[in-house]
T-cell receptor
Framework: ETGVTQSPTHLIKTRGQQVTLRCSSQ?????VSWYQQALGQGPQFIFQ???????GRGNFPPRFSGLQFPNYSSELNVNALELDDSALYLC?????????????FGEGSRLTVL | QKEVEQDPGPLSVPEGAIVSLNCTYS??????FMWYRQYSRKGPELLMY????GNKEDGRFTAQVDKSSKYISLFIRDSQPSDSATYLC????????????FGKGTMLLVSP
């Protein structure tokens, strides 16, 4: 059973550029959530995808968007990057049924915006 | 006022000490309470999960929830250097773990 994998692990962008981060969910998981973790802060919920549709969104502007694919993998897209977007972006997968619905986190993609 | 408050530390203790980590929260609708451990450059991993008030024990770890005081705790007995990590409290309103509100995390350092 493979865990949650994210790519790329590190990347550097400049203000105004666009970025796409990718996530492969754990085998058997159909729900993907994305979190942003700024340095020294706890993760903040961005949005969740279930069955290829957005199923909940946190307090993030529309330039943060996502996709979920039929194989349950997911992408996070951020347009018009700002310096404050520099953070660790965490993907977490889970099931909607089952005993706990525990979130399994990947190791994250660290984005630096210059 | 943030929804979840957590002292960022660092908290330094000698090996074998009992560690107490705490969070307070303001949203009385939270019903599900979790503790995650995050090692440097890694994603968070779930340590403890508690529904509503009460205690839960798992090995060296004990989680306590006091909803009347809006206060949760994690106790680590016989702390080990391998426990050195950032501990994040998290909570949610609805069942399951999907939409979590996290604290800032407390950095714990256990010295041999």
């Amino acid at each position: 059973e493979t865990g949650v994998t994210q790519s790329p692990t590190h990347l550097i962008k400049t203000r105004g550029q666009q970025v796409t981060l990718r996530c492969s969910s754990q085998s058997g998981h159909n729900t993907v959530s994305w979190y942003q973790q700024a340095l020294g802060q706890g993760p903040q919920f961005i949005f969740q995808y279930y069955r290829e549709e957005e199923n909940g969104r946190g307090n993030f502007p529309p330039r943060f968007s996502g996709l979920q694919f039929p194989n349950y993998s997911s992408e996070l897209n951020v347009n018009a990057l700002e310096l404050d977007d520099s953070a660790l972006y965490l993907c977490a997968s889970s099931t909607r049924t089952g005993a706990n619905g525990e979130l399994f986190f990947g190791e994250g993609s660290r984005l630096t915006v210059l | 006022q943030k929804e979840v408050e957590q002292d960022p530390g660092p908290l330094s203790v000698p090996e074998g000490a009992i560690v107490s980590l705490n969070c307070t929260y303001s949203n009385s609708a939270f019903q599900y309470f979790m503790w995650y451990r995050q090692y440097s450059r890694k994603g968070p991993e779930l340590l403890m999960y508690t529904y509503s008030s009460g205690n839960k024990e798992d090995g060296r770890f004990t989680a306590q929830v006091d909803k009347s005081s809006k206060y949760i705790s994690l106790f680590i007995r016989d702390s080990q250097p391998s426990d050195s990590a950032t501990y994040l409290c998290a909570m949610s309103v609805n069942s399951g773990y999907s939409t979590l509100t996290f604290g800032k995390g407390t950095m714990l350092l256990v010295s041999p």
